[in-house]
T-cell receptor
Framework: NAGVMQNPRHLVRRRGQEARLRCSPM?????VYWYRQLPEEGLKFMVY????????ESGMPKERFSAEFPKEGPSILRIQQVVRGDSAAYFC?????????????FGPGTRLLVL | TQLLEQSPQFLSIQEGENLTVYCNSS?????LQWYRQEPGEGPVLLVT?????EVKKLKRLTFQFGDARKDSSLHITAAQPGDTGLYLC????????????FGTGTKLQVIP
């Protein structure tokens, strides 16, 4: 999992600001997943992307949240007009394929704090 | 939405003791993973089990996948302080891409 990069590692925003979280998958991986984790809880699936395509965004709130994975560059999770309830750790994972047995490798996460 | 429940939620034991963590669901999974997560870090994959009834061993850790592929257990023998962390099971849905559902987590503390 050391190959998945996320930045920033910590992000502080005031209510109403925008938060941009970046994820660079492991080399050779074209599948990216975003998860959210609240303190002392498991991870909740948000969105699954392949290059230039959103495959499944069923876990992502329909308002204020968006994700992209452009042909070049990292995947971006964008949260507009942040609220205190958005405070959480956001993890990205990547895999080389999409089969049920493909291992997902996780990044170190971005801890978002909304004041 | 498939749910994975882990028990116990919290566990504090002395070094050298044995423990078992359970992961249960009413749903069938094509595979199940166990992760360990330390504070401030992302989950690190420990094992993937695929076949119903499968048992895998990783040093002092023994993982078992239920026959019906709905549940799993993690047994640690002679726990060490280095085993301290949050243990997460995660099930991949049958037939689809790898949409993974994470369990509720078990927070383990091993006291020296």
């Amino acid at each position: 999992n050391a190959g998945v990069m996320q930045n920033p590692r910590h992000l502080v925003r005031r209510r109403g600001q925008e938060a941009r979280l970046r994820c660079s998958p492991m080399k050779g991986h074209s599948h990216v997943y975003w998860y959210r984790q609240l303190p002392e809880e498991g991870l909740k699936f948000m969105v699954y992307l392949q290059k230039e395509n959103i495959i499944d965004e069923s876990g992502m709130p329909k308002e204020r949240f968006s994700a992209e994975f452009p042909k070049e560059g990292p995947s971006i999770l964008r949260i507009q007009q942040v609220v205190r309830g958005d405070s959480a750790a956001y993890f990205c994972a990547s895999s080389s394929g999409q089969g049920p047995q493909e291992t997902q490798y996780f990044g170190p996460g971005t801890r978002l704090l909304v004041l | 939405t498939q749910l994975l429940e882990q028990s116990p939620q919290f566990l504090s034991i002395q070094e050298g003791e044995n423990l078992t963590v359970y992961c249960n669901s009413s749903s069938v999974f094509s595979s199940l993973q166990w992760y360990r997560q330390e504070p401030g870090e992302g989950p690190v994959l420990l094992v993937t089990v695929v076949t119903g009834g499968e048992v895998k061993k990783l040093k002092r850790l023994t993982f078992q996948f239920g026959d019906a592929r709905k549940d799993s257990s993690l047994h640690i023998t002679a726990a060490q302080p280095g085993d301290t962390g949050l243990y997460l099971c995660a099930g991949a849905e049958t037939g689809g891409y790898q949409k993974v559902t994470f369990g509720t987590g078990t927070k383990l503390q091993v006291i020296p």
